[in-house]
Structures are given as structure tokens and as C-alpha cells.
């Protein structure tokens, strides 16, 4: 039997009729053997434009490229099998208009072999969800603290802390959902914003510093596990890879100039015939 027929890759339906359920674990992925590690315990593994920051060291997501999407998007996919793959539409890919949305949409899974795409839901948003929907493409919206748009609003900060911003960041996940996403991420906002947008919209809500009232989770693998010495409030931190590697490499490099690595089991010996 193929590996194919042994494992079924999650669906788009699959994670939409998670509303009201058991929550969706998500969390962030970047390469193959990350993903292999993540895709038993994950309904959903994102490929966000976060990469730009947790690996290749920029200050925001900004100037996150499609080359750079499509190129860690293929490496969760290798990695993965049954976790349902999204992939962010970086900044500059889809703004313009809904054409535009399109092609680089499909760019982006016809390359990578991705399940859907997501992208920031600012209020340009909807016709480019709605379009993208119709052509085949799945979309999973993103309101609230939107990262590509730190420019704007100065930074990281946390989005609905009064009446005027939560009545935008609410039209936003309405309009997300009205215009076909199967999913919101809900960044950035209190508890109790969080917990009347995921009332108010049909589609499942995932929430990254949004509380537990949001029908899932998402979290930055690399916060998750420690490996930064700073990470945001919203986070819970499960591992300390930080020190932990640290220790390692320390081990390792005092057996190098020890002499004590490598040693005989390391070695290879010349074969007698």
C-alpha cells in the first residue's frame, strides 16, 4: 500500500468544521525536519512570513519575499504528511488587486503543493478573499495585530484597545468571513474581543495572544521552545532550547580542543582483508 493511501492529509473541511470543537493546534513550521517533528501532534502547520524574523534574523516581516515563502513552504511540505499546510502571502503580494491576489496565490501552491494560503485582513481584504475562494484558492484570514503592517501602526502592538479599534478589527473578521476564509487568525487583542469575533463569525478563530476563547492556537515554534532569551507575554514556554543547545555546543567545543572528539567509536578504521 502507498504512502499516499496509509495517510490522509488533513482537509480544509476538516479544520472549518472544527468550530465549536475540540481546539486546532497549530503551529508555525519553516523546514522539513521541524515539520516531521510538529505533523503528528499539529492540525495545522503555518508557514508564516515570521520566517523572516525567526530565521533569517530581519527586525519584521517586511521584506519577507515569494521566493522565500515558496522555498520554506515545499520544506514543511517534504516534512509533513497529515497536518493541513498553509502558507503566508507576503507583504506586497496581494494588496493591489485581487488579479494580482491570484496569481501569487497560485504561485504559491502550484510550487509548493501547499492547502491554502493566508493573508492579512485589512480592509482591502475581502474582494481579494472572495476572489481567490471562487478560483480555488483556500484563504485563512488574519485581524487584529497584523505584522506586515508594523509600519503603520508602530510597531508590534497589541490592536483593539478601544471602541474605534475594536469596531474596525471586528468588521475585519466579519468581512474575512463573509468573503469566503475557511479560518481567522485572531492576533493581538483582549479576551474578551477575542471571545465576540469567534461568536460572531461561522468559520473557526485561532489565536495567537487572543486568550483561550478562540477555537484554536497558534504559536511561533522557535518561542515555544526557547530558543530566544525574550519572548512575547502571550507565550508559554515548553522547552529551554536555548540553554540547552548552548550547553552542547559548549560540550562539544571543550571535547575539540580537548582532543576527546572524535574518539575511536567516531573513527573510521582501515579494513583488513
Known amino acids: 500500500m502507498s504512502k499516499q493511501t496509509q495517510i490522509r492529509r488533513k482537509t480544509v473541511r476538516d479544520i472549518a468544521s472544527a468550530k465549536g470543537g475540540d481546539p486546532l493546534v497549530v503551529l508555525t513550521a519553516y523546514d522539513a525536519p521541524t515539520a516531521e ?3 503528528p501532534h499539529c492540525d495545522v502547520l503555518l508557514v508564516g512570513d515570521s520566517v523572516g524574523m525567526v530565521v533569517h534574523g530581519l527586525d519584521t516581516p517586511v521584506a519577507v519575499t515569494m521566493d522565500m515563502m515558496i522555498l520554506h513552504g515545499q520544506a514543511v511540505m517534504r516534512g509533513s504528511s497529515q497536518a493541513f499546510v498553509v502558507v503566508d502571502m507576503p507583504f506586497g503580494s496581494y494588496e493591489t488587486n485581487a488579479d494580482q491576489a491570484f496569481l501569487n496565490a497560485a504561485r504559491i501552491m502550484k510550487e509548493t503543493g501547499c492547502q491554502a494560503v493566508k493573508l492579512e485582513s485589512g480592509a ?3 474582494h481579494q478573499i472572495s476572489h481567490l475562494v471562487e478560483r480555488g484558492v483556500p484563504v485563512m484570514g488574519h485581524v487584529g495585530l497584523r505584522p506586515q503592517a508594523v509600519n503603520v501602526t508602530g510597531g508590534f502592538r497589541a490592536q483593539g484597545r478601544n471602541e474605534d479599534e475594536r469596531a474596525r478589527v471586528m468588521k475585519e473578521a466579519k468581512a474575512a468571513e463573509e468573503a469566503g476564509a475557511f479560518a481567522i487568525v ?3 487583542v483582549a479576551e474578551d474581543l477575542a ?3 469567534t461568536k460572531a463569525v461561522s468559520c473557526p478563530t485561532i ?5 483561550a ?3 484554536g492556537q497558534v504559536l511561533v515554534t522557535q518561542d515555544m521552545l526557547g ?10 514556554k515548553y522547552a529551554d532550547f536555548r540553554t540547552d543547545i548552548g550547553k552542547a555546543v559548549e560540550a562539544y567545543a571543550a571535547d575539540v580542543r580537548a582532543r576527546r572528539f572524535p574518539g575511536a567509536a567516531e573513527t573510521y578504521k582501515l579494513t583488513k582483508q
Open 37 to 39: 517533528i510538529l505533523d
Open 207 to 211: 489565536g495567537i495572544g487572543a486568550s
Open 227 to 236: 530558543v530566544f532569551d525574550w519572548v512575547p507575554k502571550f507565550v508559554r
Open 213 to 215: 476563547a478562540c477555537d
Open 186 to 188: 485572531v492576533e493581538g
Open 195 to 197: 471571545e465576540e469575533i
Open 124 to 126: 482591502y481584504a475581502a
